[in-house]
């Protein structure tokens, strides 16, 4: 069993940047692929990011390609999503979520396992 807890969500002017974190408990950090979506009010949760057990691979829609960084801190049991440039449509609630399945690139909600309660970001024009 995995708890993930986001935090770092808030209020950003566009073209700003802001930096989630995902706190996961237990010792078994590194078994895990984990992975951001993201749902915006009357949309349907899409995939953002995620990143593989061993962190040597990286995945990202292509909203966000360039612009979104996934990595992971073994030592602390934490994944970041590092989003610069962010715009109006990339305001959602950001949920983290752990995988334990061994197929890539995990794109899908249905491949991750334990999710957290999420971060609201909202992007100003």
């Known amino acids: 069993q995995v708890q993930l807890v986001e935090s770092g969500g808030g209020l950003v002017q566009a073209g700003g940047s802001l930096r989630l974190s995902c706190a996961a408990s237990?010792?078994?950090?590194?078994?895990?692929?984990m992975g951001w979506f993201r749902q915006a009010p009357g949309k349907e949760r899409e995939f953002v990011a995620a990143?593989?057990?061993?962190?040597?691979?990286?995945n990202y829609a292509d909203s966000v390609k360039g612009r979104f960084t996934i990595s992971r801190d073994y030592a602390k049991n934490t994944v970041h999503l590092q989003m610069n440039s962010l715009k109006p449509d990339d305001t959602a609630v950001y949920c983290c979520?752990?995988?334990?399945?061994?197929?890539?690139?995990?794109?899908?909600?249905?491949?991750?396992?334990?999710w957290g309660q999420g971060t609201q970001v909202t992007v100003s024009s």
């Open positions: 990143i593989s057990r061993s962190g040597s691979s990286t």
């Open positions: 237990g010792r078994t950090f590194s078994v895990y692929a």
């Open positions: 979520a752990a995988s334990r399945g061994s197929s890539w690139p995990h794109t899908n909600s249905y491949e991750y396992d334990y």
